[in-house]
């Protein structure tokens, strides 16, 4: 008798278990920002692009050397969050300012991945407001180091 109540309480923590984390990553899906716009903007001495959403986000911005076409990565994960149903992201927007080539954004299960094609690593500040993040790059001066370490 005991042992089959064991085994009872057992499945049913397990189904609790189950009830519980379906329902946090429903929670977590269903209150993930939609991003509703990236920009790039040239302006006198600096390029900015902004990453805004109908809802709070997290950011996270970080470097990737150079791929198949030669280009360094800046990368801005923006999450939780998923594209505006119905808008498919451009496959490169061409911005070709000093050191900063294209903007590319892609979906990525509960995120959105910007990446600023770059030739080399320019001075940026990151500023955000808790529903946008901006990169303000400054195209025409590299930084005094490589951001993986080396020169």
């Known amino acids: 008798m005991t042992r089959i109540f064991q085994g009872r309480s ?7 278990l189950a009830i519980g984390l379906a329902s946090w990553v ?3 899906v269903a209150h993930a920002a939609a991003v509703t716009n990236v920009t790039v903007a040239k302006g006198a001495k600096h ?8 809802g709070p986000i997290s950011y996270r911005v970080y470097h990737r050397p150079p791929g198949s076409d030669d ?3 800046i990368v801005v994960d923006v999450s939780p969050a ?3 149903a119905g808008k498919e992201p451009m496959s490169k927007l061409s911005v070709d300012e000093g050191l900063v080539a ?12 910007v990446f600023v094609d ?16 901006t990169l303000k790059i400054d195209p025409y001066h590299m930084r005094d180091k490589n951001p993986a370490g080396g020169r």
């Open 10 to 16: 057992r499945a049913f923590l397990t189904l609790l």
């Open 26 to 28: 429903g929670l977590r």
């Open 47 to 54: 390029v900015y692009v902004k990453v805004q959403a109908n």
């Open 71 to 73: 280009y360094r990565n």
């Open 82 to 84: 998923h594209l505006v």
């Open 102 to 113: 294209n903007v590319r954004v892609r979906p990525l299960g509960g995120t959105v991945r």
């Open 118 to 133: 770059v030739v080399a690593w320019p001075n940026y500040k990151v500023f955000s407001d808790g529903h946008s993040v």
